[in-house]
């Protein structure tokens, strides 16, 4: 989730005002006081001769949080958010825009009241019938905490940023669109071949293996483990009258259903509600016994090694326990489990015995790697492959002995790629080619994306223009940041 978040990050653009004031009637994340002495300072930095107030950042990163969020299902936490440093990426965002606001000031640049009133006017989520409604406009924010003179005011500021990316837009040259085309577009004429390597082939030296793990031995650990002493209380193996299991379905049916959420009949649920009957009736025999093992009336009649990764046994409570610490009694299908925490081995470096197994996979792995590089740039100064003809960046182009995703993988490479010739590796095999021939300008291709091309070129240069822009902002205006956010 974070190397998603972070690798998305550069696509949040620098209008944080236009994100923080758009997302009325998509949900916002309130998130109450954060870490700022409130009564001591009111802003959080001061860019120029503008103030970042306390709420403009709390706004800010509420839905910017809600953004990413979204992005990712919903699966977005606080300590994902704060791993990432999502408060200092919102920090950032509201410095760089505040300094072209200031940019915009001193071209002379300004908002009217008639700009933001027809603003609010156009806006349909402030519509009934499609005529602007006050009532709704004041309910809508009253539901999202915002006021509104601080809507209009980041109302105001997007309207500014937006006149002056008008000012700083260039218009697309021709021979930029050819440039752009060709270098999206741009065709190549392939040879491939394909070379494999059957892993079993490669020879295995002790000694080299042995110099392997020397070089790698700190990625060999063993694992966190728990020593404990135990203690188990089984179940009664006598039957039970159906009755009775019936009279305890009844009640805590609601704890069995099948994967679709229906609860089980008791007869689909018998098996588990016997388990859980015995479990309940047991339950006083084992904190009786748990009692006397705590105080010490009785011994241990069982030794248990359970490592931190351990999928089935609740770890946790491992974690959270002391050194000496008798745990209370935890149920599972045959019984009570009653542990006592004798000792907590934490991971080391194996030794060359106990990495060995591991060691000898990785070896293989990287001998194989080797030989097959080797092998392709052996073959590269001799190679005659198959000539699959032109093929463009989306070509759905199939290559012998790839799937069709690794096709346009390969395809993707080559032509990121300056060398009219190389090879990629994929598992054992190492795909080779040779570009003998390119073609640069595509008509076709532009017709069909002539708009996304303009577009792209239009947000490349305003990109670079507002990057290099902002670089230079910073010589000129003083920016005092006073809170520096959370995470990295």
């Known amino acids: 989730m974070i190397t998603w978040m972070q690798h998305h990050n550069k696509y949040l653009v620098i209008t944080i005002w236009v994100a923080t004031f758009a997302f009325i009637g998509a949900g916002f994340v309130g998130w109450g006081a954060y870490d700022l002495n409130t009564d001591r300072a009111t802003s959080v930095a001061k860019v120029g001769d503008r103030s970042v107030s306390v709420s403009e950042f709390q706004q800010a990163y509420a839905n910017t949080y809600s953004y990413y969020n979204r992005q990712l299902g919903g699966r977005l936490t606080k300590e994902a958010a704060n791993k990432m440093g999502l408060e200092k990426i919102v920090m950032q965002n509201i410095i760089n825009e505040t300094l072209l606001l200031d940019f915009a000031d001193s071209l002379g640049l300004s908002v009217l009241d008639s700009d933001i009133k027809d603003q609010l006017k156009n806006n349909k989520d402030f519509q009934v019938n499609g005529v602007f409604n006050i009532n709704r406009y004041y309910s809508l924010l009253k539901n999202q905490s915002i006021a509104p003179k601080e809507y209009e005011l980041g109302l105001k500021k997007e309207l500014l940023l937006n006149k002056l990316q008008s000012v700083l837009k260039l218009p697309v040259s021709k021979r930029e669109i050819e440039v752009f085309t060709s270098s999206l577009f741009m065709q190549d004429k392939l040879m491939v071949g394909r070379i494999t390597i059957d892993p079993s082939s490669i020879s295995i030296n002790a000694k080299d293996i042995k110099k392997f793990w020397e070089s790698t031995k700190d990625n060999y650990k063993t694992k966190k483990q728990y020593l404990l002493d135990t203690i188990k209380i089984g179940l009664n193996s006598g039957w039970v009258k159906d009755d009775k299991l019936k009279k305890f379905w009844e009640k805590n049916k609601y704890n069995y259903k099948d994967k679709d959420g229906k609860i089980l009949s008791f007869e689909d649920a018998k098996s588990n509600v016997t388990i859980d009957f015995k479990l309940k009736n047991s339950k006083k025999t084992a904190l009786k016994t748990y009692l006397k093992f705590k105080k ?79 092998k392709a740039e052996a073959r590269l100064s001799l190679f005659n492959g198959t000539n699959i003809g032109f093929v463009t960046r989306d070509s759905l182009k199939k290559i012998n002995g790839l799937s069709d995703a690794q096709s346009s993988q390969m395809i993707n490479y080559i032509f990121d790629n300056k060398e009219l010739k190389g090879y990629k590796i994929f598992g054992n095999s190492a795909i080779l080619y040779k570009v003998m021939e390119q073609k640069l300008l595509n008509p076709d291709k532009f017709k069909t994306y002539k708009d996304l091309i303009i577009k792209s070129i239009t947000t490349n240069k305003a990109g670079e223009i507002n990057q290099n822009l902002l670089i230079k902002l910073r010589n000129i205006y003083k920016v005092e940041q006073y809170y520096k956010g959370k995470g990295k």
């Open 296 to 374: 010490g009336e009785i011994k241990a009649t069982g030794k248990l090694t359970i490592n931190d990764d351990d999928s089935i046994f609740p770890v946790k409570k491992l974690r959270l326990a002391n050194k000496g610490q008798v745990l209370k009694p935890i149920a599972r299908k045959d019984g009570y489990l009653i542990v006592k925490v004798t000792s907590v081995l934490l991971p080391r470096t194996m030794t060359f015995d106990e990495a060995e197994p591991f060691v000898l996979s990785k070896f293989n792995k990287h001998e194989t790697l080797n030989t097959l590089k080797k």
